[in-house]
């Protein structure tokens, strides 16, 4: 009876092998994703089209709301990072972040810049104001958007995102100059123009963030 005892026992170990829960492979598990939380002051998420800043060194500088791209920059921007494999990802805190539509030209309220004769701009003359690209007060005196010629790639005003914030508690700060390649419609309501100058400025910002947390 021990012996058919000890067959049974045994026979009964052996199937139990076979119940037992099997672990997944480790490239079926979801991977760990970075978490974005938006926490910048309401002006900078309200809003639509354009809204110029305020004072004598904003004129003609304008924040473009986030309602002007499609999808909105932070889905994006979150969109764009979920796309990393960090081993310990941590929390990217947006603080400041928002996109400027430049229109300001150094020496003239007109609308052109110096030495362009085509999209609508005119060479100035000895009979016109000169007209020089770039903000015409210090960058600390604006209150957003500032730029200089020399960051320019082209002859159209420029968009200028400025993002500030945290990941796992190290600040993260980004500073873009996007030169259009064609003049924009630049009411920022819709025209496929401008929602994809918008796009592709998103995304540059998200590759610069990018490259910094994961270093």
Not at 112 to 117: E, L
Not at 178 to 202: C, I, R
Request: a neutral charge.
């Amino acid at each position: 009876m021990s012996a058919v005892r000890d067959r049974s026992i045994h026979w009964l170990a052996s199937s139990l092998v076979f119940l037992l829960p099997v672990e997944l492979p480790a490239q079926d598990a979801a991977d760990p994703a970075i978490v974005v939380i938006d926490l910048r002051p309401p002006e900078q998420r309200e809003g639509t089209g354009l809204k110029e800043l305020d004072g004598k060194c904003n004129e003609k500088v304008f924040r473009i709301a986030d309602v002007a791209s499609d999808p909105l920059k932070v889905e994006t921007l979150r969109a764009d990072l979920t796309q990393l494999r960090l081993n310990e990802p941590k929390t990217l805190t947006v603080l400041d972040w928002s996109i400027y539509y430049n229109k300001q030209v150094q020496g003239s309220t007109g609308n052109g810049i110096q030495g362009v004769g085509i999209g609508g701009y005119t060479i100035p003359t000895g009979k016109k104001k000169e007209r020089r690209a770039g903000s015409k007060c210090t960058q600390r005196d604006s209150a957003g958007g500032w730029y200089e010629g020399a960051e320019l790639h082209s002859v159209y005003y420029p968009l200028i995102s400025e993002f500030m914030g945290t990941y796992g508690g190290k600040p993260v700060k980004v500073r873009i100059v996007y030169s259009p390649n064609v003049k924009l419609t630049g009411k920022f309501v819709g025209a496929a123009d401008d929602t994809q100058a918008l796009v592709d400025l998103v995304h540059q910002t998200s590759e610069q963030i990018a490259d910094q947390i994961a270093r």
